[in-house]
């Protein structure tokens, strides 16, 4: 039987200097909340020290299904509300195991 692929989001997330202070005011929540959930691997938001505003992203998750609750859980949270209408840009893909 072949094991489930993991699943990897990279990307990032840039946040305009009139929102820089409440998104990063609820960063540390976010990243705790979903460390605890079932199934995440890693989750990493960092600083680009080369880009003003943008946070890297780097996420993963051991399944298909591990990574769709993250999201819906996220779409809920008080993150989504923070963050929402921020540009973002991502690329997942599934890492086979």
């Known amino acids: 039987m072949t094991n489930a692929p993991n699943v990897r989001l990279t990307g990032h997330i840039d946040v305009p200097a009139d929102r820089m202070a409440a998104v990063s005011a609820a960063l540390p929540l976010h990243i705790a ?7 995440c691997l890693s989750f990493e938001v960092t600083k680009d020290p080369m880009t003003a ?42 890492i086979p195991t």
Do not use: C, M
Request: hydrophobic share 40%; net charge negative; no cysteine.
């Open 33 to 39: 909340l979903t460390h605890e959930e079932p199934g």
């Open 53 to 94: 505003g943008r946070f890297l992203v780097a996420e993963l998750f051991v399944d298909r299904a591990a990574f769709d609750a993250h999201q819906t859980r996220t779409k809920a949270s008080e993150w989504a509300t923070i963050t929402a209408g921020i540009p973002r840009a991502y690329n997942i893909e599934e």
